[in-house]
């Protein structure tokens, strides 16, 4: 099992695609997701299929466990058939010491736009970004099985 330390920030502007070193296409359902933040996710990105289960092991969300299994592309196409699809553009962008994953939502999603930084523990310190705006770790609106259920978070 491995354990996983990641902090979320809402993404101000656009700015951050001129840094970006990469771009992954992503196609992703839930097909189990509970209020205690218990999911089993299908995702393929660009031509690649995981199955991941995670579940939450701190109260902030701030650390979740979570188990990941490369799965043959057909099983995922047909795993996530009749289930709410999430798609979106991730941008990988090297900033200071760590690697943001910056994901651009379409469809149902458009407009939300989400920077993700992993962690190696709980207290380190991260730089921010000049385009990360509010942070929203363990914001339950913001979790991706969340948002598949629920639609965009209402404005604050």
Not at 15 to 28: G, L, R, V
Not at 80 to 88: A, C, V
Not at 111 to 132: F, Q, R, Y
């Amino acid at each position: 099992m491995a354990k996983e330390i990641e902090r979320k920030y809402k993404v101000v502007g656009d700015a951050f695609k001129k840094e970006a070193t990469k771009s992954i296409h992503i196609k992703q359902a839930y097909l189990v997701s509970s209020e205690e933040g218990c999911t089993v996710r299908v995702r393929m990105a660009d031509e690649v299929a995981f199955l991941t289960l995670k579940s939450s092991s701190s109260c902030t969300g701030l650390v979740r466990n979570e188990w990941e299994y490369s799965i043959p592309f057909q099983d995922a196409e047909e795993m996530i058939q009749g289930s709410t699809i999430i798609e979106k553009e991730r941008f990988l962008v090297p900033y200071k010491e760590h690697l943001w994953e910056v994901d651009c939502f379409s469809g149902f999603l458009d407009g939300l736009v989400i920077a993700e930084v992993e962690l190696h523990k709980e207290d380190e310190t991260v730089s921010l970004p000049p385009w990360v705006g509010e942070e929203v770790t363990g914001k339950r609106a913001y979790y991706n099985a969340v948002l598949a259920q629920e639609g965009l978070p209402s404005p604050n």
